[in-house]
């Protein structure tokens, strides 16, 4: 009580009395410090009950006043003495004494307040960045500290000041080779001794030779012997109770990792412990989700950034059970995401490869590789909504190599199983389970939307490079002809489709079709492996006949809008793969290797085959395997557009393309048509329902079929 009356009477007087010079003023408050530990015997008493904060406040102002008073840059009297006798050297000296108790919490605000409000850079300055970076060594040295707030705050302050001068970071490298700081006696007496120390304002001779080392060259610390404090600090914070400290440690590290400095990119991933953070809470918030989750819920769940997950217990519960473990992961892989993404590129890549070591294929992949059919669904689902948020680029590419291996040659039916994951996730578009099939092929059409070349190089384009889909036999050379085709290509002639048993009216022979055409233009020869976009729109419109068509009878159908998306899509996938340099025109018969035999690749076989059964495959299969296939079909590469749409290609024996396929099921459905009765009612009624016009009812699974067929 008697204290805080001094220092309301010592306002007073202070108020009352002519000013000093403000280097006198700046003086006696220093003075008026330093005297307390000279004449005080109580160690034990609180530093707010001493007038100690009111005068670190007092030299704050007077330091603020000064800079404002004068030109920019310019050092005045009262900073001159702060630097020159070392003033947050004896500072750091009293916080680490914690004497009175209070004082660490006083100086790191002093500390803090002095690098944010002060214009000038100080942190080039010997006498500040090594008391620094001495503060820097006792913040997060215990969780849920009481100082922990004022830690947080000075460690993000320094970090913005390096975020604005990034090649001051040098100076926080310390060398681990360098002696550890001699401990000074603790207590009153000790920080009586540093006080008293004569202040000649040069430092110690073997603080000179530290200093020496220190500043002769900062870059000079580019070995793995260096210490980054200030990473290690913010680290442990991260791990406080407290999710506002968590938050800011982690805004700070954000800083850190993106200084364009490759000495303290490489001291940050190889001397600090930051990888593990990342994947070793990434694995815990992993398996802390439910074994088995509705991938509806999975999918839906809002998407949160990460700090900001402001949740209910109950609430959530009350949703779906996991929904905040799911949040907290989500959110945590958001933070991860784009902490690699800011980062340094060397930075960058190692810590996606620790995501991809430590949390992908240790944890992930066993997951993914079981025979559960619940696990591998809730796995499938989960891996899905990664690939969604993913948008680093270097973590990205990562989880790439991990999903499909980084093979680039062409693949070959032996080596399919060459890549145990990759075999598997293929398979699983073709499971006995539809919901695993469904969710695996929306797994895949994440991954071909992702911009990224080796996805479309390693799923199809690796396949397709050297264009031996085709016939390059001289025609002498080729097989005998059946019906002027190949014996196993596919006849237009025989197919029902284009039987005799058909209405004049709905045949479309193979020689009309072509000569329906018109001639072609310069612009389009044969020579550059092209055919015009109208012929191949014509071919795939003139697939099913008028009369298993049913969009006539609806109004509404909405092809608009699917040219609308169509196009807004393509342009869109355009934009991301101008970075790729792929080729405008096929590339020439002269230069591909046609001696390799065809093999469309496993992927693509999948989807033929699954393309082919589409007369037995529920409406939501249906749907999934063309959307993957119109995601490819929408690449601009000339080798996907040939192989996958055009139908006047002669493909070489035994090879088969989209449009192939999707002639031999036109012609399965209308034999099976005709033995349907009342067939075109039913298929409107399917239509109907399926446009939300009818109630449910019977299933027919081969109307529906039609229907998405002729939707193509």
Same mark, same amino acid.
């Given at each position: 009580?008697?204290?805080?009356?001094?220092?309301?009477?010592?306002?007073?007087?202070?108020?009352?009395?002519?000013?000093?010079?403000?280097?006198? &003023?700046?003086?006696y408050h220093w003075k008026a410090i330093t005297h307390y530990y000279i004449e005080t015997s109580?160690?034990?008493?609180?530093?707010?009950?001493?007038?100690?904060?009111?005068?670190?406040?007092?030299?704050?102002?007077?330091?603020t006043q000064e800079e404002r008073e004068r030109e920019s840059g310019e050092t005045g009297p009262c900073m001159e003495y702060l630097l020159h006798h070392k003033i947050l050297e004896t500072l750091y000296t009293l916080g680490k004494a914690d004497c009175p108790p209070g004082m660490k919490q006083q100086v790191l605000t002093f500390y803090t307040k002095l690098l944010a409000h002060i214009r000038q850079p100080l942190l080039p300055h010997i006498n500040v960045h090594r008391p620094v970076q001495k503060l820097i060594r006792l913040?997060?040295?215990v969780l849920a500290a009481p100082t922990e707030n004022e830690e947080i705050q000075f460690l993000c302050i320094v970090c913005s000041k390096l975020k604005q001068d990034p090649y001051l970071v040098n100076f926080f490298l310390e060398n681990k080779s360098k002696k550890p700081e001699t401990r000074s006696p603790g207590g009153a007496e000790g920080v009586k001794e540093s006080v008293l120390a004569p202040d000649t304002g040069q430092p110690p001779a073997e603080e000179q030779a530290a200093a020496a080392a220190s500043s002769s060259s900062p870059t000079s610390n580019n070995n793995n012997n260096n210490n980054y404090n200030l990473v290690s600090?913010?680290?442990?914070?991260?791990?406080?109770?407290?999710?506002?400290?968590?938050?800011?440690?982690?805004?700070?590290?954000?800083?850190?990792?993106?200084?364009p400095e490759p000495a303290a990119a490489k001291c940050l991933t190889e001397n600090t412990e930051l990888c593990e953070l990342l994947t070793d809470r990434l694995v815990a918030f992993y398996k802390a989700l439910p074994q088995s989750m509705d991938p509806l819920d999975i999918e839906t769940v809002e998407s949160v950034n990460w700090g900001l997950d402001v949740y209910n217990l109950k609430e959530d519960a009350a949703v779906f059970t996991g929904k905040?473990?799911?949040?907290?992961?989500?959110?945590?892989?958001?933070?991860?995401?784009?902490?690699i993404k800011e980062a340094h590129k060397s930075a960058a890549a190692v810590m996606a490869k620790a995501v991809r070591e430590r949390f992908f294929v240790s944890v992930m992949e066993p997951q993914l590789m079981q025979t559960s059919e619940v696990g591998i669904l809730t796995s499938t689902a989960l891996l899905n909504r990664i690939i969604r948020q993913v948008t680093s680029e270097a973590l990205l590419q990562e989880m790439v190599y991990f999903l499909l291996g980084e093979e680039k040659e062409p693949e070959a039916a032996a080596t399919v199983t060459q890549n145990p994951l990759r075999h598997r996730l293929i398979e699983h578009c073709d499971h006995l389970s539809d919901e695993i099939s469904i969710m695996t092929l929306r797994l895949f059409e994440q991954l071909i939307q992702k911009p990224n070349q080796h996805i479309l190089h390693s799923l199809g384009l690796r396949s397709l490079e050297e264009r031996n889909y085709l016939e390059n036999k001289p025609q002498e050379e080729r097989e005998p002809l059946e019906n002027g085709q190949p014996h196993d290509a596919v006849d237009l002639e025989e197919d029902p489709l284009f039987g005799d048993d058909l209405p004049p009216d709905s045949r479309l022979s193979g020689s009309d079709w072509l000569s329906s055409s018109p001639p072609q233009s310069p612009d389009h020869s044969k020579s550059e492996g092209k055919t015009e976009v109208h012929k191949i729109v014509n071919s795939f419109l003139c697939l099913v006949p008028d009369e298993a068509k049913s969009s006539y009878h609806v109004e509404g159908t909405g092809y608009d809008t699917y040219l609308?998306?169509?196009?807004?899509?393509?342009? &869109?996938?355009?934009?991301?793969?101008?970075?790729w340099d792929w080729r405008g025109n096929p590339k020439p018969f002269e230069k591909c290797n046609l001696e390799i035999p065809f093999f469309e690749?496993?992927?693509?076989?999948?989807?033929?085959?699954?393309?082919?059964?589409?007369?037995?495959?529920?409406y939501d299969v249906n749907l999934q395997v063309t959307a993957v296939l119109s995601k490819l079909s929408l690449l601009p590469h000339p080798h996907l557009h040939e192989y996958l749409l055009d139908p006047y290609i002669n493909l070489a024996p035994g090879c088969r393309s989209l449009f192939s396929v999707i002639v031999r099921v036109v012609g399965d459905l209308m034999l099976r048509i005709q033995r349907i009765p009342d067939f075109t009612p039913k298929l409107l009624l399917v239509r109907k329902r399926l446009l939300g016009l009818e109630p449910e009812g019977i299933k027919y699974v081969l109307h529906a079929s039609l229907l998405f067929l002729s939707e193509l």
């Open positions: 009580m008697f204290s805080k009356f001094t220092s309301i009477l010592q306002h007073a007087v202070e108020a009352l009395a002519p000013s000093l010079p403000l280097q006198e &003023d700046f003086v109580d160690d034990k008493a609180p530093v707010t009950d001493t007038n100690i904060p009111s005068h670190l406040e007092q030299m704050l102002d007077i330091l913040c997060g040295e600090s913010l680290l442990n914070l991260t791990k406080s109770p407290d999710g506002r400290i968590v938050v800011k440690a982690c805004e700070g590290l954000m800083l850190l990792v993106s200084l905040r473990a799911l949040i907290s992961f989500l959110s945590w892989l958001d933070y991860c995401d784009q902490l609308r998306d169509a196009h807004r899509q393509f342009r &869109d996938y355009c934009g991301v793969c101008q970075r690749g496993h992927f693509l076989k999948v989807l033929f085959d699954r393309m082919g059964r589409i007369l037995d495959q529920p």
